[in-house]
């Protein structure tokens, strides 16, 4: 059974602190992707990764795939309030279109 | 208009009655979903339907229903339903991105559900 494990489960940090959220699997994923939902809405796709190793940037958020293709993480640098919310990982079933989603990590940036 | 909608965004309903979820795409995609988000646990997939067949019945009681009619609907029937199984329901479809290699989901903004 194909498993996603995020940490931390919660975190609260100042405005301008850096964090990093970590999705930890023992199984290998085709790819991996992370979203971001706000209260009362649904999950928005942040990024997708697809081969071992790669790192993405997306403005202060940094995205890395694990070599292995069964971990990732997200960095985020000088948090800000806006970056407040859910954060999720999740990848596809033996590469298919099916997903399982990972425990998520709830981020509140105070000011 | 764009993207996933869903409608209700709120469904308040007694355990005896009989109501519906809709979920509508309007991004060309083949893959739809239904997912459950309760407090405390992680997103839960339901269904799934490729090209308007269901490919996926995640173990989810008979008291949920759903009906894909085409590619660009979706709908989740609920009769005689529990109180535990108020919660947030996402709808989500998908298509394989060949730019970025992997299929990519969008979500609509869920309807809320309590039962009473």
């Known amino acids: 059974t194909q498993l996603l494990e995020q940490s931390p489960q919660f975190l609260s940090i100042q405005e301008g602190e850096n964090l990093t959220v970590y999705c930890n699997s023992s199984?290998?994923?085709?790819?991996l992707q992370w979203y971001r939902q706000e209260p009362g809405e649904g999950p928005v796709l942040l990024v997708t990764?697809?081969?071992?190793?790669e790192v993405k940037k997306l403005k202060r958020l940094t995205f890395q795939f694990g070599d292995a293709r069964k971990d990732s993480s997200l960095h985020i640098t000088a948090a800000q309030p806006g970056d407040t919310g859910l954060y999720l990982c999740?990848?596809?079933?033996?590469?298919?279109?099916?997903?399982?989603f990972g425990t998520g990590t709830r981020l509140k940036v105070l000011a | 208009e764009t993207g996933v909608t869903q409608t209700p965004r709120h469904l308040v309903m007694g355990m005896t009655n009989k109501k519906s979820l809709k979920c509508e795409q309007h991004?060309?995609?083949?893959?739809m979903y239904w997912y459950k988000q309760s407090a405390k646990k992680p997103l839960e997939l339901m269904f799934v339907?490729?090209?308007?067949?269901?490919?996926e019945n995640n173990s989810v009681p008979s008291r949920f229903s759903p009906e894909c009619p085409n590619s660009s609907h979706l709908f989740l029937h609920l009769h005689t339903l529990q109180p535990e199984d108020s919660a947030l329901y996402l709808c989500?479809?998908?298509?394989?991105?060949?730019?970025?290699?992997?299929?990519?989901?969008?979500f609509g903004p869920g309807t809320r559900l309590t039962v009473t």
């Open positions: 989500a479809s998908s298509q394989f991105s060949s730019e970025r290699g992997a299929y990519e989901q969008y």
């Open positions: 199984s290998v994923f085709s790819s």
């Open positions: 990764v697809v081969t071992g190793g």
């Open positions: 999740a990848g596809p079933f033996s590469g298919t279109y099916k997903y399982i």
């Open positions: 991004l060309g995609h083949n893959a």
């Open positions: 339907y490729n090209f308007k067949e269901q490919t």
